[in-house]
């Protein structure tokens, strides 16, 4: 009876901190409103839908900079290439509430359209540090989820 009481205590400290980890990510601005949605779509039902979500928009949004990277090191760029793999990233930051990706993305869509080689690589530099630090994020809080569903099991 006193493991079981220990575990419910363990788990509902872990929910807890993973909740506060995420009330953190929103307050840093890297975040919206849609990443507390895309928490709130999670339930018993589909336990894996926030890690599998967010797993897909890391490694998408890996490959999509690796593109872009390749492309923008061309001599002749297509800004229309360019444009359609910063979209996708866009869309996928939308989807995920990493609003600075997603800012960073629009003004990477601006020099596309200017057709900026320049503007496009120092963005592509900025987008792939914001990239990361999200992915990080991400990554931090799926591990806190494991632990936390570990912890119940």
Known sequence: MLESTLQVAMAATMKLSTLGYAASMLSTG????????????????DPNFFAET??????????????????LDKQCVN???????????EGGSSSVGAKRVKNTCIQFLQFCKEK????????LDTLR?????VSGK??????????QAEATK
Do not use: P, W
Not at 116 to 123: D, E, M, N, Q, V
């Open 138 to 147: 991400f990554k931090d809080m799926l591990q806190l989820e494991q632990q």
């Open 54 to 71: 967010i797993t897909m928009f890391c490694e998408d949004g890996e490959q999509t900079i690796g593109e872009l990277t390749k492309r």
């Open 30 to 45: 890297l975040f919206d409103e849609q990443f507390q949605k895309l928490l709130l779509l999670q339930n018993k039902s």
């Open 129 to 133: 540090v914001v990239f990361y630090e």
């Open 79 to 89: 800004f229309d290439e360019v444009a359609a793999f910063v979209h996708k990233l």
């Open 116 to 123: 900026s080689r320049h503007g496009c690589l120092k963005t």
